[in-house]
């Protein structure tokens, strides 16, 4: 039974954890750990909101606790294995395409975690704006201005990339 | 110099957003939106970035499910009470069957100086053993 949830679920939880972090050795595990902390909490699941909105909701606070944990690994100066490219929103990106992507990724990666968070949920992921409020646990105006905000970061990140 | 940058209030973005996510947007007018220009490169900016994710493939290895499901048995599955009982049993027996053996293996190499029946006290020797001592004691 649960194999059948972690088959259906699997891809957009990867979705969003690669978009958080890029496609780091990371992301497998912080993926697993979603499925394994549903597991752990599915009696206590109310059903207040849909199963894949609170599986999502999961993976992006795991994914946040992530980003932050890295922070506190640059800030004491511990090497790592180049965190900051991890951040790659397009796996493999087609040829032509490549630069774009880059572009977008490397715009992406220099948003803060809150303004990415929305962004990935909403614009990339395709979240309706309420199930992004619901998954990251804020209202929905809250939703719009950080989403407005990340727009407007993208839009110079580009810029400033071109 | 850094660029401040231009923030839409939230109708412009709500409207923005569904504009984008319609299927005939490419004939879009912008002029409802209070700066025209910014909201079409937005909404260009919007466009692209959706056909790009739209255009790769996110996942996870082919394993993963089988992963997922491997942790979640070591982590949450116990053993059920037969499956309990019997692995209780297994051990009592273990341990039973190997006093047993080095009580044998004791009473060979003493020679039979400690043996069954002289412990018991029907031991038919004239040697006093255990048992005829704590008589003998009273």
């Not at chain 1, 990371?26 to 499925?35: L, M, N, P, R, V």
């Amino acid at each position: 039974m649960f194999r059948i949830l972690v088959d259906r679920y699997k891809n957009p939880v990867a979705a969003v954890i690669k978009g958080m972090l890029g496609d780091c050795p990371e992301a497998e595990d912080i993926g697993q750990d979603t499925f394994i902390s549903l597991f752990r909490t599915l009696a206590n699941f109310r059903g207040e909101s849909a199963l894949k909105t609170y599986l999502i909701r999961i993976a992006m606070n795991l994914s946040l606790n992530e980003l932050k944990r890295r922070k506190r690994m640059l800030a004491k100066n511990v090497k790592m294995d180049s965190p900051e490219n991890y951040v790659q929103l397009f796996e493999k990106p087609q040829q032509e395409n490549r630069e774009l992507a880059e572009s977008i990724n490397m715009a992406l990666e220099k948003l803060d975690s809150r303004q990415r968070s929305v962004f990935i949920l909403r614009i990339v992921e395709g979240y309706s704006t309420k199930e992004t409020a619901d998954i990251l646990h804020i209202p929905l105006g809250t939703v719009l201005s950080r989403l407005s905000r990340a727009m407007s970061e993208m839009k110079i990140l580009l810029a400033n990339e071109n | 110099m850094k660029i401040k940058p231009e923030i839409m209030n939230r109708k412009e973005i709500e409207k923005l957003l569904s504009l984008a996510e319609s299927k005939s947007a490419d004939k879009t007018e912008f002029s409802g939106f209070s700066e025209p220009a910014e909201a079409e490169s937005k909404f260009r900016l919007l466009r692209t970035v959706r056909a790009n994710r739209n255009e790769q493939e996110t996942g996870f290895s082919p394993f993963f499910t089988e992963q997922v499901m491997g942790k979640i048995n070591v982590l949450f599955n116990k053993p059920d009470i037969q499956t309990y009982l019997s692995m209780q049993f297994s051990k009592v027996f273990a341990f039973g069957f190997s006093t047993v053996i080095l009580i044998l293996f004791a009473l060979y190499f003493m020679h039979g100086q400690i043996n069954f029946s002289a412990f018991t006290g029907t031991d038919s020797g004239n040697e006093i053993n255990f048992i005829s001592s704590v008589f003998y004691e009273f």
